[in-house]
């Protein structure tokens, strides 16, 4: 059994940071790639940035490049999403998930999600 928990959403102004952090229990963290994706309201759920297993580097949507920053603790089975330089256009349900497999980038890519942990940017 697989649970994945985000935590750490919020209200914030524009030009603001916040810290997200995503508990993955089950198994050791070292054999999921993880990442995040977002849900704007009327939008589709889309990619954010993900750590592969075999890669070990974050890789990040064009839009977050520069602003957001993934990191993985393995030791403690948590992936954190620092994101700053918030614009209210980062509005949405962030969302973790995890997959037994080499990368993703899509949504079909992640059997494993949590429910999402809502940010908002107020302009």
């Known amino acids: 059994q697989v649970n994945v928990v985000e935590s750490g959403g919020g209200l914030v102004q524009a030009g603001g940071s916040l810290r997200l952090s995503c508990k993955v229990s089950?198994?050791?963290?070292?054999?999921?790639?993880v990442a995040w994706f977002r849900q704007a309201p009327g939008k589709e759920r889309e990619f954010v940035a993900t750590?592969?297993?075999?890669?070990?580097?974050?890789q990040y949507a064009a839009s977050v490049q520069g602003r957001f920053t993934m990191s993985k603790d393995s030791a403690n089975n948590t992936t954190t999403l620092e994101i700053s330089s918030l614009k209210p256009d980062d509005t949405a349900v962030y969302y973790c998930?995890?997959?037994?497999?080499?990368?993703?980038?899509?949504?079909?890519?992640?059997?494993?999600w949590g429910q999402g942990t809502q940010v908002t940017v107020s302009s």
């Open positions: 998930a995890a997959a037994f497999r080499a990368y993703g980038y899509k949504v079909n890519d992640y059997e494993y």
């Open positions: 750590i592969s297993r075999i890669r070990g580097h974050p």
């Open positions: 089950g198994r050791s963290l070292d054999i999921y790639t």
